[in-house]
């Protein structure tokens, strides 16, 4: 299984590379990109070096062309899928059609992958976009039972990606309408779940307030820990209490599954953070290399260390890890 790892800057890139990455994924620095945050991500004018400097590492690069083209400025993502394959990138991210379109016509050679914000579940809309595109893999979205992706996997129409470990979103990926709603800007178009123009702290005696888009979003005292404030983390009245409605901040960690995961054929593994400090990508990247290797080399007895499982806690949003829809056995 391919170790594929989030690179949202220069030193995240270098830590991923030191930490084991088979694979280092990254956007460019416009709207192009999922994770279009201010003072991350790449220009068109480094990326070739930024290529090359990892493939003299032996890593691989991936790029996340993974937003939906607007009407009226498709120049940009066009221009994007032009720099990727200027740059030999090993493989383009990509979810509108109009992107994969492109790039399947105006450079055949280029390898395509399917992105996570496409949502494709099923065994047909893979085999839509394996035919219409020629996608070499597909990235399932993180809403999959275990059943679901093993029953996947059985089908064989594309090689899969999944996610083991980072932040979970409630959303069927690229159908997220929360910032929509209190910017809007959805983050599907614009490449931010919470634009950092839309953040605002605001404190009120003893207490922070955190708003998005003015959307009163949760409440800290000075004793708190209080992260990035996106909309479906919040803390909101309902019923008279403030309770996380949507989504608790905790992590998807699927490191005890990867034995199942590589017995039924899945061929990456997807750790999330692009948006995550250099320490933290070395840190996650790592734990998940040492498993990986672990569970090769001996599938039959591979046992989670407990040093990974504390490290990844560490690392976990709100210190928790959960399987997420892994663990639905319902399906």
Sequence with gaps: MELVVPAGSRGALQSAIEAGADVVYLGLRDETNARHFPGLNFSTVELPATVERAHLKGC????????????????????????????????????????????????????????VQASATNWRALRFYRNHFGIERAVLPRVLSLTQVERLAERNVVPLEVFGFGGLCIMAEGRCLFSSYACGRSPNNYGACSPAEAVEWRQDGEVMETRVGGVLVDRFGEADAAGYPTLCKGRYQVRGKRVHAFEEPVSLNSLELLPRLAKIGIHAIKLEGRQRSPAYVFRMT?????????????????????PWK?????????????????????Q
């Design 60 to 115: 691989k690069v991936y790029l996340a062309i993974n937003t939906y083209s607007r009407a009226g400025e498709w120049k940009r993502w066009q221009s994007a899928v032009d720099a990727a394959a200027e740059s030999r990138v090993d493989a383009l991210i990509a979810a509108d059609m109009a992107v994969l379109e492109y790039a399947s016509r105006t450079y055949p050679d280029l390898r395509l992958h399917l992105s």
């Design 286 to 306: 790592r734990i998940w290399r040492a498993a990986i290797d672990s569970v090769q080399a001996n599938p039959d007895g591979f046992s989670v260390l407990e």
């Design 310 to 330: 504390n490290g990844l806690a560490d690392l976990a949003e709100g210190q928790q890890t959960v399987l997420g829809a892994y663990a639905r056995v319902w």
